[in-house]
């Protein structure tokens, strides 16, 4: 039996256990899981492109359990009702082949990539940071501006978005959490003495959202919207001035902010960073940018920090997803006895 | 919601519709979509190897829905208890990117298997073939057995495999369902008269099943064991004297018989035969092989007509496995009500 967590069960969990307290989780499964970049196994996603969007497929391994997470991106979906970034994804044990888990991760997609967002700018923002600007109040907006209050201790937001009902959503979520929000009528006005900037939109198009001339020394951008080929939203000159951190080259230089940029342009990996190979930030009036498209290993983290917390609880189920007959070789005895046919 | 097939789900519908029939199912879906395989998004799967064994995805798309299958191979399984092969598979919407079906495939892919092979060998395999030997009976023998009858009124077998057991297994199941079988003590005598030669073993090694000098002119070798890198069945020199047909070259030359000629071996695609692009056989000396390994579009034939046949019974159950809130882009508000952190 595979061990199942559903949308109820995940939510369920969540609630149960505090959103900030599971960011802070999986943030702690990433930084072990990053600090050991080298023993996994990498690939950049395997997506299947149409006019509407893309659906991903994003497996990874460290030779002891295999993930994978299926993913969709379809900008134009919330017009129509449905949610731009669906996921679900499954472990695996590597000796056997079995799956062994598999878990909704529409919402743990977008716990994920906040923890990682706030696990880069811990690295890469300046230590004084107070204050976080942020580009587009979609579906992920919420985690993020948690992600950061729990990491960095961010409580001020200065948030724009060309869809006031998305603001006005946020601000309703966010307000009774104890944040500080000051809603700007243009991005100009977010970014106005912002320490951090958030960007997350979801149009599937090269879009300037952030102007170069409002950038400032010292920011760090935490980039997430840009994840797509044909998809970006800083303005390219702003990544000939900063320093640039991405998660896996090969799939950033293909998805992320950098696709506006040379093959060869100069890119530092989060896990050197972390792991001290490479300088994060260099001084105060250093511009960083994490050009994050989100990658399989976050995913393999987070499955694994739910797998091991929900274990045992009323929020996971067992489903019979492959087939155990007793004598592994008899597969059609499983079907029980046919009738001859004439 | 998404529909959801389990193990249960699956062999009960097997059972009640009758497995000759869901195969014959099958091999109308398959047909139909090898006949517009131009309109399929192709791609080699994507593969983990480790010491153990592999992990797959194989995605495939026709723009309208999208598919993939996760498979492993562990050959070494069935020593500790466990199945070879395991499987399942997921179907989705292309234009708002959502799973709509997930589905056990480790009996299913057992099936399309068996009904792919039984599709080649209609127009492969000499009208009057009447005799099958098969090397390998494991786990998909019974249903390659099944489909040969099905498609081409094979009732006559000669069996060989280097585990006693699975023969018995293999002759307790069939003998009850009308097959006349002959029980050899060799490959060699196996092939001994047989008009078809199905090979399926699970070594994952260069392994001569079956040597050159065995097979006669006008038979039809239905080869779907050597399926992974590094593990093939057949004496390379069978090959230079047959017409090789493969499922989609750039895939085979990596994983199937063919790995052992140049990567300029001449191959005809099955869908080229079965729109008449391509001759299948030649004459009734022609020495014909199906280097079969799997691929992507069978999944989604199979899933489809899963799918199709099980909606509105109770062989299929409702899944959340992706969250749906009312307001798109509210993500957050699914969690509920949280206190103000201090």
Same mark, same amino acid.
């Given at each position: 039996m595979t061990s199942f967590v559903d949308v109820h069960g995940m939510v369920g969990w969540i609630a149960r256990t505090g959103t900030e307290s599971v960011i802070a989780g999986i943030l702690e499964y990433l930084e072990h899981d990053f600090r050991r970049w080298e023993s996994f196994e990498k690939s950049a996603r395997v997506a299947s492109h149409t006019p509407f969007g893309v659906i991903e497929l994003m497996p990874t391994s460290d030779q002891e359990s295999y993930a994978f997470k299926y993913v969709n991106g379809h900008p134009s979906n919330p017009g129509r009702g449905y949610q731009t970034v669906t996921a679900f994804g499954v472990l695996a044990d #590597?000796?056997?082949?079995?799956?062994?888990f598999l878990a909704e991760m529409t919402v743990l997609t977008a716990l994920r990539t906040a923890a990682t967002s706030a696990l880069a700018a811990k690295s890469l923002?300046?230590?004084?940071?107070a204050v976080m600007a942020m580009i587009g109040t979609g579906s992920q907006a919420e985690f993020q501006a948690l992600a950061f209050r729990t !990491?960095?201790?961010?409580t001020s937001l200065r948030v724009y978005d060309v869809d006031p009902d998305a603001i006005a959503k946020l601000v309703r979520n966010l307000l009774p959490l104890g944040f500080a929000i000051h809603v700007a009528g243009s991005a100009a006005e977010a970014l106005d003495g912002a320490d951090i900037v958030t960007t997350c939109t979801a149009d599937k198009a090269r879009a300037? #959202? #952030? @102007?170069?001339?409002?950038v400032q020394p010292g920011m760090h951008l935490n980039a997430i *919207?840009?994840?797509?080929?044909?998809k970006t939203e800083l303005d390219a000159a702003i990544l000939d001035r900063s320093s640039v951190v991405v998660e896996y080259a090969p799939q950033t230089r293909i998805e *992320?902010?950098?696709?506006?940029?040379? !093959?060869?342009f100069p890119v530092t990996e989060l896990w050197e960073v972390l792991t001290g190979r490479a300088p994060g930030?260099?001084? @105060?009036e250093d511009i960083t940018v994490f050009?994050? #498209?989100?990658?399989a290993i976050e995913d393999f983290s987070a499955l694994r920090f739910v797998r091991d917390r929900v !274990? *045992?609880? @009323?929020?996971e189920q067992r489903i019979e997803l492959v087939a155990d007959p007793?004598?592994?070789?008899?597969?059609? *005895?499983?079907?029980g006895a046919f009738s001859p046919v004439g």
């Open positions: #590597v000796h056997n082949g079995y799956p062994t923002a300046r230590p004084d940071s !990491a960095l201790g961010i300037t #959202v #952030v @102007a170069d001339e409002l *919207g840009g994840d797509c080929p044909g *992320g902010e950098i696709q506006q940029r040379p !093959a060869d930030r260099i001084s @105060a050009d994050s #498209v989100g990658f !274990a *045992g609880t @009323a929020f007793d004598d592994p070789k008899d597969l059609f *005895g499983l079907m």
